[in-house]
């Protein structure tokens, strides 16, 4: 019987709680969205604190925020309890300020959550997790596996353990897995593996480059004097891929953060200031193109030809940016040689494309009985020809200097090399045309 | 890394390559050709298997065909299956065969169960290295085979439990095992609702799932409910990572995405799209071609066709993205997200079509040349952007929505096909308004 029905059919407050602790968490929110608020607010009231807290752990932190910004300030503070602490700290940082400030007031200072809240959005320190289970490098299996059982309840996964000296430096961790194979006499520091680690203040980028390289495992986390702050967990880390997945591709296409769920006029607002932007970027183009309005009025056919021009050069463009912007997700990043190459393969493009355009070019204009149709066609295949052998170079130099200089290539190098491209194809196309076609202007 | 002292003996780099991850090692394997032989050799069959599995597949392949018959062997023997099926699958038929002879029996078998899989589908992607016991052992039994009967492939993270008729009943962390008091009832600690996926269904079912319920490795089951294997977190983004680099090939029509292809490749491989492209370009031109009277009476208009083709191609880019993003987690496109894009469609355009008729009045008034019926080219612009927006929004959403109804990729609709289909209702929609609006 699903929560709906049962919701609909008033059934006793038992009945529905059997059915929820039945649940996983992650289907319980997802069924959110169809309730009407009274029932939403029943089911919040009837949950256990822990079940709650465990419910909104996997709703998006403003969301979750909003949950519990519902319940008296003193469930919020057994709730945050509840929470992992990485958890808790990013719904705390989506309180409103007088919220957030009332909560964490009445917080206990040594509660985990309190060390994460500092941490600046998108770096390690962020995401990671504080309450850890650490061992000493002297510790044998025995005391190791002591410790594990008594703190087991409290931490919400201990399946690494992390080993550090007596000044809380990272030495290494040890899986579970190894631990329960491991015999007395060993020591931790006879077993343990040191593992890549990352830095407090690492950003989410380097993150993604350490997990793409290293693979994906429970990753320590220390600040600049290498003592062990925290780790950050394998499924935190799928997450993470995940969100930055979708915002490259988000950026690519213009758009703003699609997680959020919002009406249709919320939505078409967010959208609408990446299309007038680029919007502004095409009026340098008409600003252009009226230079040239002489030519275009004698030999009206060229305006045919330019959205050919255009669009060329933009696909060949995009084709690199592309394959840098993967490129540059990795920890090798792109090379210099990555670019000949990329400027190589748009000269043997650009070479097919410009005959390809020289025939059509040729055929269309004599059948609208343009004067010259030779001269139109050697215009606009040698356009295309010098167009599409420098889209690969734009393509490639653009996001890596963008990258050089630390700002995200992902969000500027589209519009910026349209834009680039579209101004030389036609300062180019008209340009040539100008000094082919000139001598017809007046005849 | 670029301190490593390879004139050594091998004891002496040996000392020095473990100090690095077996990732950092496989980079420096690949970029030092001349060294392979030599850091095989130091690390053993055994380190080095931890290097095998990272490194490039044609590396993999060239590397391999290097080593005589028993050293393939021991390497092999050494690889988890799911790592010897990956290996396979970058080989040609041939040698395929030739490498499944050198396995042992048991590999040989579960490889053969492997390759039963549909491409793409779970049960080909899953690891045969799991812990399944029955839920009739008591706690200490079931602690006792951990610790001492699993091999170092097994994966123990999570241990699964199987009743009487080995059909499938649930999983517990192996963290819930060691805490567990020893009186405690099995039973009552397995987690039943621990999720799970069938061999048939999609790789895509199992990530979704992994990353949703936050675990760390995910049972597949056969179709009588027994188990038979797992798919891993790691390996879950592996394949994010495939699908993230395709989509982001499939929105710029670049085919494959291979940073060691050489520029003949690379051209090749992109051309056809890009040939395509310019075809159906021309095909529009010569189609509008008609229009070039209105064209030739009213200049003005040209100023303006790139950004009436820009503002449709743009809206457009959103409304694929969006709906490609959307069919990444749901079966179709419903009734209402096609609204729901055509609302904003509607909404945008029409803002933008205000705007850009605005913009095109002010830039014609700018100009120190004068320009008839301005005011009458300012609303064919705006009208255009206003229509044209509206169309691309609409095929952005429909045709990922229709490839999916016939079982294509839905990617497949970011390519030259849309993007010519806008083009000409663009153009199309411009000259036509053009020559109703200033012809009459």
Redesign the interface.
Known sequence: MDIKELLKQNATDKEILTVLESMHSFDIISIFDELSEEELKRLKDMMSTEKFADVISYLEPEDAAEMLQSQSLDEQVLVVQNLEPDDAADIINELSKEDRLELIEILDSDEPVMALIQYKEETAGSYMNNDILTVDAQDDVKDITKKLISSAADLKSVKTIFVVDDTDTYLGQISLKTLVRSKVPLKAIDILKKEPNLNVYDDVDNIIKHIKHYGIYDIAITDEHDILVGAITTDDLLDIYRDEALEDIERLSYLPDTDVKSGVIGAALKRLPWLILLMGLSIPLALITSNYEAILTSVVILALFQPLLLDSGGNVAHQTLAVTLVGLSYKEGVSFKDGIKEALSGLIIGFVLGILAFVAAYILSDMLGVASPLHVSIVVSVTMFLVVILAPIIGFVTPWFLSKINLDPAAASGPLITTVIDIVCLVVYFGLATVLLGGQMHG | MDNIQFETSLVKLKNQLIKY?P??IA?LFETHESMRTKIYEALGVKLFKNVFILLDDHVQVQFFDTLNKTQQASLLKFLDTEDIKDFLDTLKMSQQILVISLLPEKTKNEITQLFSYEVDSSGALSSPHFISLSTTLNIKQATHF??TQ?TEKDE??VIFFHDEDQKYVGAM???SL??ARANQNIEKLIDQ?Y?FVYATDSIDIAIQK???????LIPVLNDSNAQIGVIL??D??TI??EL??E???S????QT?S?T????K??MN??P???V???L??L???S??GF?DV??AH?AL??????I???AG??G??S???TI?KLQNQPQVLKKDVF?EL??GI??GA??GL??AA??YA?LWI?P?SYDQMNLIALVVGLSIFLSMILSALFGVLTPMILRKFKLDEKAASG?LI?TIN?FFA?GSYFIIAALILFT
């Open positions: 991850h990732s950092d980079s951990v610790t699993v123990i993270d962390s192996l963290q060691i805490i609702k999720p992994i990353r949703d319920y936050d675990i760390d977190s790691d879950a983004l994010m990572d993230h680099i989509t982001i090939s929105f710029v029509k670049a995405l940073d292809d050489s520029p003949l690379r051209a992109r051309l799209w890009l040939l492209c310019a075809v370009n021309i529009i031109v010569s509008l071609s070039s064209l030739e200049v040209i100023l303006f066709q790139p950004m083709l820009a503002m743009n809206i880019t959103q694929i993205a969006v993003l729901y609302s904003i909404l945008n803002a933008s705007l850009g913009v095109s830039f100009l040349g030259p993007t083009d153009l």
